[in-house]
C-alpha cells in the first residue's frame, strides 16, 4: 500500500449551471443525484463525482456524457489511481465532519486534495475494480430488465385503456370490435358504455409521512425510510433509503402500498405528484414527510389500475398545477382528489389487477436479488480495500486467462 493525497492522484472540476440548456438525454447530477436530462454534456469520460454543497457522503461515479451542476465537483484521474477503485474507496470514508459550511454543509477543492489515501498499485486496484463492477453490471442489467417488465405493464395499460381494446366477454378487443361507446364531458372523449368519469375525492384517502431529524438518519441502524431521494426524475422508485433510528415509528408501509410525491426539487416538477409502490426489499418501511400514502377507500377502484392511471403523462400535467413554491415546489393534495379519473367495469380492473401482479411479482424478484447483490459487493468492498483479500502475481498472459474465466466464473454465478 502507498500513501498519497487526492493532489497527487486527481483533478478536480467545477460544476456549471444548467438553467440555458435544452431538456435531452444526458443525465445532470447534484449532490443528491440525477437532477434532471439536457441535451448537452459538460464531460463525456470516466469521472468521481464530488459533492461541493449538500450532500457530503454522497461520492457518484459515471463513465459516459454527463452535465455536473455548480454545487458539484467532477474529478479525474492519473496513472496511478484507477477511477472506479477510487470512487469506491472515497466512499467508505466518512467526509461529513470536513464540513466548512455553516448552514449548508460544503467542501472546498482544498480540503479534497488534503485527504490522505492508501492505495495498492494500479493493477491491484483494476482487477479489484473488475471484481465490484461485475456485481454493479448484473445490478443495472436487472435495473433494465425492470424498466422493460415497467414498460410491458404500461402498453397493457394503454392498450386496455386508452385505445379501450380489453377483451369483451368473447375475448376479443372492445373497441376493435365494435363495442359500444359514449362520449364523456369531463374527458372530451368517447369512453365504453357503463364506465364513468369520476374525481378521486371521496374515494382516496391521505396520511403524511414523519418529520426526522439529521440525527436520527446518521447511521445505517433502524427501520428502512423511503424519501424523496427514493422518486428518480422519470418518476420511478430506486433504493435510495435512509435509516430512521427516532421514536416516530407509528406510520409504516409495506409491500404494494402506494405513496406520492408531495415536495419536488427539480425545476421542471419532474416528479411532483408522482406515485411509486412500496417495493418488497424490506418487510416495512416508514415514509418521509415529502410523502404521503394513499389508500383506496371504494370497492369501485383496484389499487394496480389507479397506479398506472397516476403514471400518465395526462395525470403529471393535471396536477402540476396544484404545486406551488420556488426553489422547493409543494403540493396540494386536495389537487388529487379533484383529478377526474375514467372508473371502468370493477372486472376489466380485476382482470387488469391479474395481469399487472404476475408483473409486479417478477419485478419484486428482481429487486431482492439485487438488494443480495448490493450486500454481497458492499461485504466485498472494505476487505478488498484493506488488503484482507489479496491477489496473486502472474505473468500477464497467465493473468488475462484467469481474469476472463474468474469473469465468466463470477458472470455464471450471478445468472443463476
Request: with cysteine; hydrophobic share 35%; aromatic share 12%.
Amino acid at each position: 500500500m502507498n500513501e498519497y493525497k487526492l493532489k497527487d492522484l486527481i483533478h478536480i472540476h467545477n460544476g456549471r449551471p444548467y438553467a440555458h440548456l435544452s431538456d435531452g438525454i444526458i443525465p445532470v447530477y447534484g449532490s443528491g443525484g440525477i437532477i434532471c436530462y439536457v441535451n448537452e454534456a459538460l464531460y463525456d469520460r470516466e469521472a468521481i463525482l464530488l459533492p461541493r454543497k449538500g450532500t457530503l457522503n454522497n461520492i457518484m461515479y459515471s463513465n459516459q456524457k454527463i452535465w455536473v451542476i455548480d454545487t458539484m465537483y467532477y474529478a479525474t484521474t492519473n496513472n496511478k489511481a484507477c477511477p472506479y477503485y477510487l470512487y469506491r474507496y472515497l466512499g467508505l470514508l466518512n467526509l461529513s465532519h470536513l464540513d466548512s459550511g455553516s448552514a449548508l454543509p460544503s467542501m472546498t477543492q482544498a480540503t479534497y486534495y488534503d485527504i490522505k489515501v492508501k492505495l495498492p498499485n494500479i493493477k491491484t486496484q483494476q482487477r479489484i475494480a473488475s471484481v465490484l463492477s461485475a456485481l454493479d453490471d448484473k445490478i443495472e442489467l436487472n435495473n433494465r430488465i425492470n424498466a422493460e417488465l415497467e414498460a410491458m405493464a404500461k402498453t397493457l395499460y394503454d392498450y386496455w385503456f386508452v385505445q379501450f381494446d380489453f377483451p369483451d366477454e368473447n375475448g376479443n378487443p372492445y373497441k376493435s370490435s365494435g363495442g359500444k361507446m359514449v362520449y364523456s364531458e369531463e374527458l372530451k372523449r368517447e369512453i365504453p358504455e357503463g364506465w364513468e368519469v369520476k374525481q378521486l375525492k371521496g374515494n382516496v384517502k391521505f396520511e403524511r409521512g414523519i418529520s426526522y431529524t439529521s440525527k436520527e438518519i446518521e447511521n445505517n441502524d433502524g427501520i428502512p425510510m423511503i424519501n424523496l431521494s427514493s422518486i428518480t426524475v422519470d418518476r420511478k422508485y430506486r433504493s435510495k433509503l435512509k435509516f430512521y433510528s427516532g421514536k416516530n415509528i407509528n406510520k409504516k408501509v409495506s409491500f404494494g402500498d402506494m405513496l406520492i410525491a408531495c415536495t419536488d426539487l427539480t425545476r421542471n416538477a419532474d416528479i411532483i405528484g408522482s406515485p411509486i409502490s412500496v417495493p418488497k426489499e424490506y418487510e416495512e418501511y416508514v415514509f418521509s414527510m415529502d410523502l404521503a400514502k394513499m389508500e383506496i377507500i371504494t370497492d369501485k377502484l383496484k389499487q394496480n389500475y389507479l397506479y398506472m392511471s397516476l403514471m400518465t403523462d395526462y395525470y403529471h400535467n393535471f396536477i402540476k398545477w396544484y404545486a406551488s413554491g420556488t426553489n422547493v415546489l409543494h403540493l396540494d393534495l386536495k389537487g388529487i382528489e379533484y383529478y377526474p379519473l375514467l372508473f371502468p367495469n370493477i372486472d376489466i380492473q380485476k382482470k387488469f389487477a391479474y395481469k399487472i401482479k404476475i408483473i409486479e411479482e417478477k419485478k419484486a424478484f428482481i429487486i431482492n436479488e439485487n438488494q443480495k447483490l448490493a450486500s454481497l459487493r458492499d461485504w466485498l468492498l472494505p476487505i478488498l480495500m484493506n488488503g484482507q483479500v489479496g491477489f496473486k502475481e502472474t505473468t500477464h498472459k497467465e493473468e488475462i486467462i484467469k481474469s476472463q474465466q474468474k469473469k465468466q466464473h463470477l458472470e455464471l454465478l450471478l445468472s443463476q
